[in-house]
């Protein structure tokens, strides 16, 4: 049996998962938008999968499941959308997806999908302690205050929060952050950095970017 997270929030769709997945002995969490998400799929829950729809009314989809992977979820997460572009698709891997479907899907083949995401569990990562990323307002706070970002200064710091103490490349920092196909050059990365230091300095964040050179960026803790 799995504990499944849904984070649904059309009505018809969102039961008919959710029976679904009952019926074949799973146990559902549910969440009916984003918010709602960050409180049920919080780290301190056993997840086995969760399961997130891009198109929630108060924050996109994939920046929700950045920031559960900032705060330390990292169960495995399958995005089930309308949304079937090929550069959507990629959007949605570069926001953390280990699985992408779309709707109308086949439940079979979505339950089937679910049990080989399960088997393969979560990636052994930690949270960026005392630092929080909200997706709905997109801003950060620590415990000394709150600082609202950029979309894309909001997507840059998630891809790597949620990968703390690890090199996070540019060109995996930049597929989070822009569209696909996107063409951005270094002095925009490091611009976009430098304000990101900046941010999070005027917080009193307990973590800081430290770059790279040649390869990317990691977050450590000041006092690490």
């Known amino acids: 049996?799995?504990?499944?997270?849904?984070?649904?929030?059309?009505?018809?769709?969102?039961?008919?998962?959710?029976?679904?997945?009952?019926?074949?002995?799973?146990?559902?969490?549910?969440?009916?938008?984003?918010r709602e998400a960050l409180r049920q799929f919080s780290p301190d829950r056993d997840i086995s999968v969760i399961i997130v729809d891009i198109g929630l009314p108060d924050a996109d989809g994939r920046d929700v499941v950045q920031a559960l992977k900032s705060a330390g979820q990292h169960a495995p997460v399958l995005f089930l959308t309308a949304l079937d572009a090929t550069h959507d698709h990629l959007a949605g891997f570069a926001a953390g997806a280990d699985d992408y479907v779309t709707k109308p899907y086949d439940l079979r083949v979505l339950l089937a999908r679910l049990e080989v995401l399960a088997r393969r569990g979560p990636v052994g990562a930690t949270a960026a302690n005392g630092l929080v990323?909200?997706?709905?307002?997109?801003?950060?706070?620590?415990?000394?205050?709150?600082?609202?970002?950029?979309?894309?200064?909001?997507?840059?710091?998630?891809?790597?929060?949620?990968?703390?103490?690890?090199?996070?490349?540019?060109?995996?920092?930049?597929?989070?952050?822009?569209?696909?196909?996107?063409?951005?050059?270094?002095?925009?990365?490091?611009?976009?950095?430098?304000?990101l230091r900046s941010k999070l300095d005027s917080i009193d964040s307990p973590t800081l970017i430290e770059t790279v050179r040649g390869v990317g960026f990691t977050m450590t803790r000041k006092d690490g």
């Open 133 to 195: 990323l909200d997706p709905i307002t997109h801003s950060a706070r620590t415990a000394a205050g709150q600082v609202r970002l950029s979309p894309t200064e909001f997507r840059m710091l998630a891809a790597m929060t949620g990968r703390p103490n690890e090199v996070v490349r540019r060109r995996s920092v930049i597929a989070a952050a822009w569209p696909d196909g996107a063409i951005v050059n270094d002095n925009t990365v490091d611009s976009f950095i430098r304000r």
């Open 1 to 34: 049996m799995l504990t499944v997270g849904v984070c649904e929030d059309e009505d018809t769709i969102r039961t008919v998962l959710v029976r679904g997945l009952r019926q074949a002995g799973h146990e559902v969490v549910v969440a009916h938008d984003g």
